[in-house]
C-alpha cells in the first residue's frame, strides 16, 4: 500500500537468522509471516519489542508442489 510503513514481513527462501527479528522491529514490523511452524501464532522476542510470528504454510508453497508432487505450475 503506497505511502504507508510496512507493518509485516515475509522473507526469501524462510532464510532469516537470529539478528533478522532485532533488525525488523528496529525498522518497524509488527509480524512476521515465514514461520514454518506448528500453524499456531506466537511471540518472537527481539530487543526492542515482540514481534507476532504467523506460521508459514510450507504446504501451501508452490515450488514445494512443483518439486515434491511433480504437479505444473498450472495446475
Known sequence: M??????GWTGFGLTGTFETPDDLAESGIAHVADRPMDGRPFDIRAKQATL????????????????IRHHEAAQ
Open 2 to 7: 503506497a505511502g504507508r510503513p510496512l507493518r
Open 52 to 67: 507476532a510470528a504467523i506460521p508459514y504454510r510450507v504446504e501451501l508453497n508452490g515450488i514445494a508442489t512443483m518439486l
